[in-house]
């Protein structure tokens, strides 16, 4: 079957059947909030229990979705759970043609959106040293898997998916799921949607082509992975990769169907578990 009759099939299935057919790998929320909420108290339940047990923290975290980090914030706070144990390897930064790193003063940088909503809210009390908090860019990249390598590995990769599978910024390319971490040039698929999400007003000229991301390699070495599947706006755009996600036949045209085989789980809502409106 070719990707588009697979789509096709797919997209057929009521959200019951989707329920039905993933069994245990999916989780679905009713509201948009929920989901926040849920993927927030994941993070923090891994967290406190390796805390409990004495064991470190090594997390891949994503900068879309950005909802749950206010709400995690506030729990950590709240019962003053320390991170002292804790290395958080945040996915991806967008950057320049010339490879450095947007500013985190620039409205789009994943850095600052990160320090904004979360790392900014924590209490001292907490014990994250800015040094356990790692951003891809041009003084790291190269280092980043031996890094990972060296710390025994990442527990949990939590994340989103692209409307054409992507994880991280692991755009579709030949041999996709073996490629580590690096610079890469963004298609026109990511620039578009990310301009019309990211309250640029659909700015395509001036939207960043170039990021650095942590590699599929690196993200499907991870104990777990936990995605997170939304469309966050009114527009239906995350309806289809969702089912791919969770369905579709493993191929470097949609990365993230690469997580066959491995602990995976995806959350979603309601409104991202419908049909879409039209069948093509």
């Known amino acids: 079957m070719n990707r588009n009759d697979e789509i096709r099939q797919l997209n057929q299935l ?12 999916l989780v679905v929320r009713d509201t948009l909030d929920d989901l926040r909420k849920h ?4 993070i923090f339940a891994e967290i406190r229990a390796n805390n409990h047990a004495g064991r470190p923290t090594q997390l891949i975290l994503p900068v879309g979705p950005t909802g749950h980090y206010p709400i995690l914030a506030r729990l950590l706070n709240d019962s003053r759970v320390s991170l002292e144990n804790c290395r958080f390897f ?9 490879g450095k790193a947007l ?4 409205p789009l940088s994943f850095k600052g959106i990160a320090h904004s909503l979360f790392l900014d809210k924590l209490h001292p009390d907490l014990a994250l040293n800015p040094a356990q908090v790692i951003f891809p860019d041009e003084s790291n990249i190269d280092a980043l898997p031996a890094m990972i390598g060296a710390l025994g590995g990442i527990d949990t990769c939590y994340g989103g998916i692209g409307i054409h599978g992507h994880i991280a910024f692991n755009e579709p390319e030949p041999g996709v799921s073996q490629l580590p971490s690096r610079m890469i040039r963004l298609n026109d698929f990511t620039v578009t949607i990310n301009a019309i999400r990211a309250g640029v007003g659909g700015n395509l000229a001036g939207f960043p082509r170039y990021a650095y991301t942590l590699g599929m390699k690196e993200i499907l070495a991870a104990r777990r992975i936990r995605l997170y599947c939304r469309n966050g ?3 239906d755009w995350a309806n289809t990769v969702l089912r791919l996600a969770l369905f579709g036949a493993p191929g470097d045209d949609y990365p993230v169907t690469h997580i066959r085989g491995r602990d995976y789980i995806i959350t979603t809502d309601r409104d991202t578990l419908q049909s879409p409106r039209h069948l093509l």
């Not at 993927?39 to 994941?42: F, K, Y």
């Open 14 to 25: 009521s959200p019951q059947q989707v329920i039905d057919a993933a069994g245990q790998r």
């Open 39 to 42: 993927l927030a108290q994941s």
């Open 90 to 98: 945040f996915m991806d930064e967008y950057c320049g043609e010339d």
């Open 103 to 106: 500013s985190p003063s620039h």
């Open 233 to 235: 706006i009114t527009l």
